[in-house]
């Protein structure tokens, strides 16, 4: 019988891939929830950490893409330095060649029949039997994306394998490698995954299709084409994203060029050196991780030179933020008090709407349009213009009742500038809380969450309505809530280590956080009510 060419069955496997990586990234998000935004945010201080942190954070979640993809996010909102992001995308490459490395090893070293479908049927129960529990059913999801992940790369290879036996390839015309780069990049940009690029190129030269150097440049290739899903995911975006998307462009592209120049040396290093000509898949794995550890190693030493080239190439606009001290001469202490008790007002309003982004409940439509391009830098280059214009005020001549009234209003904007810088530093652990299994915990959440978008809706009757001293009952009944809501969470804490619904050593963590809390809830009160006090206008 005459084997063909299956076209179909090729289709079929890429596309049960494909869903295969696809539900192993979601379920693996699922799994570990915000705990990897948690983890790129904290273990980035340094380009080296930043690295080691993208590779870990691609080798589990099995996409550089959407690391890639979370950094650019970090960015935008200001919650990532452009040096780290830079790094943690570098370390995003090693990580992703996680995946060649499972698939050269099980696919094609083992039956994958033994596996793969106890993988899915197991799964597939676990999904229908243990669905009351979101923890299990994700697990059990994970494990039908490994089954059609190797059952997917089964019938590629099946296909791949026939066609290898009813067409001689040696009777096509010699192509240069660059060709075979180009279908690798091409292949990755349309399928949005180098990870079945890489897996098809894997099964090409496992069935003898193409040899290991015309394989390599694909890979190569699929290394390039990952970096569309990011470009695309810049635009539109305020420069700090452009400059992080197009310096992964930059390096992915360069690491390539050098990788293609040196192609004949890495040939040389994995098949002479390293032996593996008789064990070509696994030899392509390793090629994969080899020229993505080079362009690191080699671009390592010059990433902050390399973030300040993207800043000079990619300008950042440098437009001030203050709205009323901007347009007003602190030689006029009449006019400027004045200002500068609204410019005062202004950065509370862009502060608690950056705060109520920050966690999630944000309510307002208007100061939800604003705080879309707020960041955390945006705060505090608006306090510090407020603080440099107030410095400027005192070279003139005040009244006491000035000096007065504007010595309140600086300390109403420092205790705003704290309240935001805690809140900004303390996400993440409150964030953690969710990850949890304790329900307590998760209450802990709801009841941070309620407190804060408390103070939004204050914030919002009192900006709105031009803020004096009509607001006196509400801030103190305000203050008197926020009293309350500590003295309360501090209750529930003890009845909870009383009733065993929380572990000891997890107390400490909740009251550091409600202490810190309370302490920034309290200067927003006390703010606002130092901002009640009006200048004559």
Not at 439 to 445: G, T, V
Request: a negative charge; aromatic letters at 10%.
């Amino acid at each position: 019988m005459t084997e063909t060419f299956d076209l179909w069955m090729f289709l079929a496997g890429l596309g049960i891939f494909l869903f295969g990586i696809y539900m192993m990234e979601e379920s693996i998000r699922l799994l570990s929830g915000r705990a990897f935004k948690g983890l790129i945010r904290r273990y980035t201080a340094t380009p080296l950490k930043g690295i080691l942190t993208g590779s870990v954070s691609t080798a589990v979640l099995q996409s550089s893409s959407a690391v890639s993809l979370m950094v650019l996010a970090f960015v935008g909102a200001g919650l990532m330095s452009l040096v780290n992001a830079i790094a943690v995308m570098m370390g995003a490459k090693i990580g992703t060649t996680m995946t060649a490395w499972i698939v050269a090893v099980f696919g094609f070293r083992f039956s994958i029949e033994a596996f793969a479908l106890p993988l899915i049927g197991i799964g597939g129960l676990g999904l229908i039997l243990l669905s009351k529990s979101p923890r299990y059913v994700n697990i059990s999801k994970l494990l039908v994306a490994f089954g059609f992940l190797f059952h997917g790369l089964d019938f590629m290879k099946t296909s791949v394998e026939d066609l290898a036996a009813v067409f001689d390839f040696s009777t096509l015309p010699e192509l240069g490698l660059w060709v075979y780069l180009l279908a690798g990049l091409i292949m990755t940009a349309i399928m949005q995954s180098s990870s079945a690029t890489i897996a098809i190129v894997l099964t090409m030269i496992f069935s003898g299709v193409i040899v290991f150097s015309e394989g390599a440049a694909m890979v190569i290739g699929a290394n390039i084409g990952t970096t569309v899903t990011v470009m695309l995911g810049s635009i539109g975006g305020i420069p700090a994203k452009r400059q992080a998307a197009v310096s992964q462009l930059l390096f992915v592209t360069s690491t390539a060029l050098i990788a293609f120049i040196l192609l004949p040396v890495l040939l040389w290093l994995i098949l002479d050196l390293f032996g593996f000509a008789d064990q070509p898949v696994l030899g392509l794995a390793l090629f994969h991780t080899v020229f993505n550890v080079l362009g690191v190693v080699l671009f390592y030493p010059f990433i902050p030179a390399f973030g300040k080239y993207m800043e000079r190439i990619i300008p950042e606009k440098k437009e001030k933020i203050a709205i009323y001290i901007d347009k007003t001469s602190p030689e006029v202490p009449e006019a400027a008090v004045v200002a500068i008790h609204r410019e005062v007002i202004n950065l509370m309003y862009l502060s608690i709407g950056f705060i109520t982004k920050l966690y999630g409940v944000i309510t307002e439509p208007e100061m939800r349009l604003k705080a879309s391009k707020i960041g955390y830098p945006q705060i505090e280059q608006l306090h510090a213009e407020i603080f440099e214009y107030y410095s400027r005020m005192l070279g003139h001549e005040l009244s006491e009742e000035e000096a007065k009234r504007l010595e309140g209003y600086v300390r109403a904007s420092r205790s705003i500038m704290n309240a935001t810088r805690n809140f900004y530093e303390l996400h993440v652990q409150v964030d953690s809380l969710t990850q949890e299994e304790s329900s307590f915990m998760q209450d802990a959440h709801r009841e941070i969450l309620s407190r804060i978008k408390d103070i939004e809706q204050v914030v919002q009757t009192v900006v709105s309505d031009d803020i004096d001293e009509r607001h006196t009952g509400l801030l103190n009944s305000t203050f008197f809530s926020v009293e309350e809501g500590d003295k309360e969470f501090i209750a529930n804490c003890a009845s909870g280590i009383a009733r065993g619904n929380i572990k000891e050593n997890e107390i400490t963590r909740l009251l550091m956080i409600n202490r810190l809390v309370t302490q920034s809830l309290r200067m927003l009160v006390l703010s606002m009510q130092a901002l009640m006090y009006k200048h004559e206008e």
